[in-house]
C-alpha cells in the first residue's frame, strides 16, 4: 500500500520552460552570438556558452562585461538585440511537441495542477508557449513577477505555489539548471533536475511522482 501524509502529497507539477517543457537550450547562445557578432565582438567560445546556458540574458551579458568582451555602454543594445534574434529563432523553429502534450494531459487527468516557472519574461514566454501550443496552466511566474530575485532565488517557486494555494512540498519542480534546482530546493519543492529534455515523457513523470509516495 502506498500513503503519503495529505499536508506533503503533491498536487502540483511546475515545469520551467527552456530546455523542460520547450527544448530551446542552443536558442538563447546562438541568439547572443549572433547579437554579438552585429556588435563586430567575437562569438562566445565553449567555456562562455557553458556558463550561458546556467544564466539568464541579462546576467550573462553583465559578465561578458566583466571579461572586458563587451563595453559597458553597448550591453542594453546587446540585450535588444539578443532578444530580437532569440526571437525570430522561435518563429522558426519552435513546434508543437505532442510528447510534451502528452506530459501535460496525463497530469491534468491524474488531477495535478500545471504551472510554468522561468526567468524569461512574460512576452518571451507567451510567445514561446503560444508557437508550441501549449495552454491551460493554473500559475505562470515569469520575470514580470519576481523582478531580480529570479532563479537561483526562492522566489520563483515561492511564489507559484503560493498563487496555488500550496507548500512548497506539494508540488515537483521540474528544472534542467542547476540555479532552477536551487531555486525549487530552496523554496521547499520536490525536485526533479531533469538531463534531457527528451527524458519528460508521461511514463518518467509518473515513476518521478510516485517516488515521492511512501511505500508500507
Known amino acids: 500500500m502506498k500513503y503519503i501524509d495529505e499536508g506533503h502529497q503533491i498536487r502540483a507539477i511546475l515545469f520551467d520552460l527552456d530546455g523542460v517543457l ?66 525570430k529563432i522561435m518563429l522558426q523553429e519552435c513546434k508543437p511537441c505532442d510528447r510534451i502534450k502528452e506530459v501535460l494531459s496525463t497530469v491534468r487527468d491524474a488531477g495535478f495542477k500545471t504551472g510554468v ?36 532565488h526562492p522566489a520563483p517557486y ?13 508540488s515537483l519542480a521540474i528544472d534542467d539548471s542547476s540555479r532552477g534546482i536551487i531555486s525549487a530546493v530552496d523554496a521547499m519543492c520536490r525536485t526533479w533536475h531533469l538531463k534531457r529534455q527528451s527524458d519528460l515523457t508521461a511514463q518518467n513523470l509518473l515513476s518521478v511522482i510516485n517516488s515521492y509516495v511512501i511505500t508500507i
Open 22 to 87: 520547450i527544448d530551446t537550450n542552443n536558442w538563447h547562445p546562438r541568439a547572443m552570438n549572433l547579437a554579438l557578432t552585429v556588435h563586430f565582438e567575437e562569438p562566445m567560445d565553449e567555456e562562455e556558452t557553458e556558463v550561458y546556458l546556467e544564466l539568464n540574458t541579462a546576467p550573462m551579458i553583465e559578465y561578458l562585461v566583466s571579461k572586458g568582451r563587451v563595453r559597458q555602454d553597448k550591453a542594453e543594445a546587446m540585450k535588444k538585440a539578443k532578444d530580437f534574434f532569440v526571437e
Open 117 to 152: 516557472v522561468t526567468n524569461v519574461s512574460r512576452e518571451m514566454a507567451s510567445l514561446a508557449l503560444y508557437y508550441a501550443e501549449l495552454d491551460g496552466f493554473d500559475v505562470i511566474i515569469t520575470q514580470d513577477e519576481i523582478g531580480d530575485n529570479g532563479k537561483p
Open 158 to 170: 515561492s511564489r507559484a505555489n503560493s498563487s496555488l494555494g500550496l507548500v512548497g512540498k506539494q
